[in-house]
């Protein structure tokens, strides 16, 4: 019997990022609203780098991660090797 699994992705660094303590609605904004808030936000948290690692690795489409939207994010995906 085949019983190898999905290994889990580390995600202690969404502990520590500010959008944990900030909430959804910056981040998840009602289509054509605002991300400026979220961006803002996003660039004083230390977690940064890992957040956009996770939404990039992880084909996040929605919100804002790692200081960027989803159509920034999509741009990345479309020039990655």
Do not use: H
Not at 39 to 62: Q, T
């Amino acid at each position: 019997m085949y019983t190898d699994t999905i290994p889990t992705p580390d995600l202690t660094w969404q502990r520590e990022a500010l959008c944990a303590q900030t909430g959804a609605e910056f981040f998840f904004p009602e289509p054509g609203s605002s991300v400026r808030e979220a961006k803002r936000i996003c660039g004083m948290c230390e977690m940064r780098s890992a957040c956009l690692d996770y939404a990039l690795a992880n084909d996040e489409r929605f919100g804002v991660w790692g200081g960027l939207s989803e159509k920034e994010r999509l741009q990345i995906r479309r020039t990655a090797p």
